[in-house]
């Protein structure tokens, strides 16, 4: 009988399966559709610019380093309490690690980032980094008074300097915010066009430079790196905490 109910000169029988085929299709669409939304909002990637120390390890940089790929571990909380609090309060401290900088301070850092806030770049890029200025027990990496940093410039941009500070005698990071009044200046790299550092494979490409430095004491620090990068009007602060031996 269905056959006989005709629709514009199509069978209805026919015609209902159609409607129910053209609907899977399209709900199977979405269904994928969200999948992939989903899964990039889970895993994102990391920024592709600018640059970090990723040796010794900032602290944004440790983080990503040690948790990037394994970021929803419920372990982080009581393994690395710090990176947890870091992640919880915006993961992109971490994936966008390369991108916390500031522009037009015209060298008066002082006068533009106070006390306390000297590894966020007082909230620099929205607050991208404001949990880097939480007092805790960071991990920290083991070292002599004699160390080697490693800043990466993925972007090639070069150094107008870099200046590296360690924290004073007897300052301690688990338990004081960083000032500047608790810095000593430890070395200085002049000018450094992009073209003199090394080439770069990891983690991004780029240039690298290795940056020698002493310390004046032994014990748990922060090491404070100032790199003014030479394309424009542009510094990044990094905060790597360090047990020296």
């Not at 915006?90 to 390369?98: A, C, H, K």
């Not at 000032?179 to 200085?188: A, K, R």
């Amino acid at each position: 009988m269905s056959l006989l109910l005709l629709h514009g000169g199509v069978p209805m029988a026919i015609l209902a399966t159609a409607r129910r085929t053209w609907l899977v299709r399209v709900l199977a669409l979405a269904a994928a559709s969200l999948a992939v939304v989903a899964v990039s909002a889970t895993v994102p990637t990391p920024a592709s610019a600018h640059g970090n120390i990723i040796d010794m390890p900032s602290r944004n940089f440790g983080c990503w380093q040690r948790w990037g790929n394994n970021f929803q571990n419920p372990a982080m909380a009581t393994q690395d309490p710090m990176c947890y609090q870091a992640w919880q309060a915006n993961p992109n401290t971490m994936w966008s690690w390369m991108s916390l900088y500031r522009n037009g301070m015209g060298g008066n850092f002082q006068g533009a980032v106070p006390n306390g806030k000297l590894c966020s770049i007082n909230g620099a890029e929205g607050g991208l980094g404001n949990s880097l200025d939480a007092v805790g027990n960071w991990q920290a990496k083991s070292v002599g008074r004699n160390f080697t940093l490693t800043l990466h410039d993925q972007a090639s941009h070069g150094a107008d300097f870099v200046r590296v500070y360690v924290s004073k005698s007897g300052f301690n990071p688990t338990t004081q915010a960083l000032g500047w009044g608790d810095l000593d200046l430890v070395t200085t790299v002049g000018r450094t066009p992009a073209a003199q550092w090394q080439r770069a494979t990891s983690p991004t490409g780029g240039v690298q430079l290795k940056i020698n430095a002493t310390a004046n004491h032994s014990g748990r620090a922060v090491v404070f790196t100032i790199w003014q990068a030479s394309h424009m009007d542009q510094a990044y602060f990094f905060c790597s905490d360090v047990n020296i031996s």
